[in-house]
């Protein structure tokens, strides 16, 4: 593995400048010897160009005007068209099509004329005038290559252009389709479950009221204080649905007004009095976590207390809530139930819930018998 990434870096390295500037390298060392493996006599002026020509190749990526210039003048002193050629080439793909390009390239073609004319000190002819239409057509493919690279280059950052803003438009078509799914669920909630919760909360007072006796009385408003809270936590669902901005995912005000880990004493007294034997052991003072981790660890032990009033009743629970290892970790465990009637099966949808409520924070569930013939349900929630 070690020598895989080292291979990579040195990948990365070579595709880099580096490459870039060695290969530039290459082409001015070829050029600089050309007047010498020619048999051209050196002089003062060609060595100078060559400079100047080397100069500008090695900056023809940043600057490919002054590159040109230079190769220009390398071809009137020289006669070696190569640093011009390259730096034509450069300055189509990095500049593409534009007055600049197309007055270099006949700027080249002039400076070829008088080269072939005044440096090789040859005169107007049918042979010359060919031999310079045949150049200009061969240098000519430089400047078209060029052009070529820059204008696939900018083919294909349009295309990608088009593909970001089509995935954005897509999933700006997905949000708001999800947002109207919201709204719409947001809607039926509260014409429908809402009002039901209304009705048997006024039911459950009422009956609190005119009770024949006073068990019946304490079972009332039990059951009337139930009612009020569900449906106090009905509205502030029904606020996180229709408040895209709140969601209880990004610790927004939907999140902060639910329920947390403290609220587990309270779940858990309200689940004595209901008739369940319960117990609770927990920390003085609750531990602190991100709201969605308070409100998921309410919505587990509260899931796992109604199952175990549904599928054991009558059979003792035990909550703990403890944190080990900078986790907060629920258990929640239930004997067999001893009273008949109790619900024997389920949807699954609360289990299923409270795996996907730890997922969702980063956590895990774990649930299964235990070796006494009850349940048991075990939360690890990040802190």
């Known amino acids: 593995m070690r020598a895989l990434g080292d291979r990579r870096q040195w990948l990365s390295w070579w595709d880099g400048k580096v490459r870039s500037l060695l290969f530039d390298l290459v082409i001015a060392l070829l050029l600089s010897t050309g007047p010498v493996t020619n048999g051209t006599p050196v002089t003062p002026l060609m060595i100078w160009a060559t400079i100047g020509a080397t100069a500008g190749l090695l900056l023809r990526r940043r600057f490919p005007e002054v590159a040109i210039v230079a190769g ?26 534009g007055l600049v390009l197309w007055c270099a390239g006949g700027l080249t073609v002039v400076c070829l004329v008088v080269a072939e004319i005044v440096v090789q000190e040859v005169w107007f002819g049918f042979p010359v005038l060919l031999g310079v239409a045949v150049k200009a057509a061969l240098y000519s493919v430089p400047l078209m290559l060029g052009l070529w690279l820059h204008q696939r280059a900018a083919s294909l950052t349009a295309t990608r252009e088009r593909i970001d803003r089509a ?14 799914e919201r709204r719409r669920i947001a809607r039926e909630m509260h014409d ?25 009385a304490e079972t009332a408003e039990i059951i009337r204080q139930n009612s009020a809270k569900a449906l106090t936590e009905l509205r502030e669902m029904l606020q996180v649905l229709r408040d895209t901005g709140n969601d209880e995912d990004d610790g927004g005000a939907g999140a902060r007004s639910g329920p947390s880990v ?49 599928h054991a009743a009558g059979a003792p629970v035990r909550v703990d809530v403890e944190v080990a290892d900078e986790q907060l970790v629920l258990t929640v465990d239930n004997d067999r139930g001893t009273e008949s009637g109790a619900a024997a099966t389920g949807s699954g949808y609360g289990l299923l819930g409270m795996r996907e409520r730890a997922a969702f924070v980063g956590g895990a569930l774990e649930t299964g018998p235990t070796g006494s ?6 939360a690890v929630l990040p802190l």
Do not use: C, F, I
Not at 167 to 174: G, H, I, N, S, T
Not at 200 to 215: F, Y
């Open 72 to 97: 220009l003048a390398a071809l009137l002193v020289t006669a070696s068209p190569l640093p011009a050629l390259v730096a034509l080439y450069t300055l189509a793909r990095r500049r593409g099509p």
């Open 167 to 180: 995935e954005r438009e897509q999933a700006l078509l997905a949000e708001r389709a999800v947002t109207e």
């Open 192 to 216: 429908v479950v809402a009002h039901r919760a209304s009705v048997m909360t006024l039911q459950a007072g009422a009956l609190s009221v005119r009770a024949p006796d006073e068990r019946t």
């Open 262 to 310: 403290g609220g587990v004493a309270s779940l858990v007294r309200e689940t004595a009095d209901a008739g369940t034997e319960v117990s609770l052991r927990m920390p003085d003072v609750p531990p602190e976590t991100s709201p969605a981790v308070g409100r998921a660890a309410y919505r587990v032990v509260q899931e796992a207390l109604t199952n175990a009033a549904k």
């Open 373 to 378: 013939g009850g349940y048991r349900v075990r």
